[in-house]
Every structure is written in structure tokens, then in C-alpha cells.
């Protein structure tokens, strides 16, 4: 039965949130801040680039930065198909498979939005794990997948520093990027992977 409310009528609900919109408006969040940085992005922008209303965003998210966070949580979601790896025998195999135009595009956006959330997180340390989830630990834990495999099967040394190494590529690919200010291409980063990583896990290109 239908509890009535002190008139006699029956108590309205409250509304639904609608969560149909939300990969629309965390995608415009990550371009806009991309664009314009923390600092100069609003909820105006993100609302308008989604074709969105400011107050449907409002309703999921109380402020600009619990957007921004969830926004580069999303980011991890939609990153590397770990069940469909390749496995061509050698390391160097394993990793030049994986420089593919849309594997490079989307690393040069996560690090540009790293760029715009430089001021935030300056004033909120704790936003460093999600961006070190969403945008470094990714790369860099396939590195170390796919070293762990060479090591298995006698192609590196088994006291190789996985856990460093994994992390020279994408370190030198957001100095280029975030410092350099230069584009990354598959030159740049088959340089990487022959110049620097193979020879510090002892292989020659």
C-alpha cells in the first residue's frame, strides 16, 4: 500500500538518475581537459561538448574535480586487450607489435590530459595513484608481462630489473611529450625499444 503524505496525496518519488549520458560526458571531459587544463576548464565546456546539460552533470557530479577523476579512472577501462596480447617468441616481437597508430594516438591524448591535470595535482596528492593507474601502470605492466615471458623462456636474464626497465619507455614517452613537446611515432618509439630498452636487458636489436 501507498503511504500518503500529510494532504492526503501520495508522495512523489524523486527522480531517476539517468547514467546513459556518462561515457559522453567523461569523453568530453578528458578532450576538454586536455585543451584547456585543470584550471581553465568548466562544467559549461564539458556540458557543451557532450551536448549536455549543465544540470544533468551536476547531478552526477557534485564538482569539477569528482568529474576529472572519473573521468581518468574511465580512461584505464578502455586501454589494452590483455586477452588478445601478441606472442611472437621474442621481446622485441612482443613489443614493435603493439606500436600501432591507435595504440600511439590514444597515448599522446592520456598524456596531454596528464599535462592538464598538472595544478590538481599539485593540490591533490591523492589523485597521483588514479593517474599512475590510468595513464603510466597500463604500458608500463605489459612491459613487464612481456619481459617476464622473455626471462621464462631464456632470452633475457632471470635477475633482469623488470619493474625499472618497464617503466624507461613510457617515462621518455611523456618527457617527449609533456617537456619536448614533440609528437610520438612509431620511429620514436621502435628508437626506444632498439637504442635503449633492448640493450639494458642485455639483447642486441
Known sequence: ?????TDGAAPRLGRRRDHTRDADILDAALEVLAETGYDGMTIDMVAARAKAGKATVYRRWASKGD??????ACMK???IDLEH??????LRGDLVAMIRP??????????????????????DPQLVDAVT???VEPRASLNRLFMR???ERGEIPADTDVDTLALIVPSMTAYRVLILQKPVDREFLLSLIDGVLLPAVGLKP
Open 77 to 79: 577501462k578502455n586501454d
Open 1 to 5: 500500500m501507498t503511504q500518503l503524505d
Open 149 to 151: 615471458r622473455a626471462i
Open 102 to 123: 591507435h595504440a600511439i594516438q590514444d597515448g599522446e591524448k592520456k598524456l596531454q590530459v596528464m599535462a592538464g591535470i598538472t595544478s590538481m595535482l599539485a593540490r
Open 67 to 72: 568529474l576529472v577523476v572519473d573521468a581518468i
Open 133 to 135: 593507474a590510468a595513464i
Open 85 to 90: 596480447l601478441p606472442d611472437t617468441g621474442t
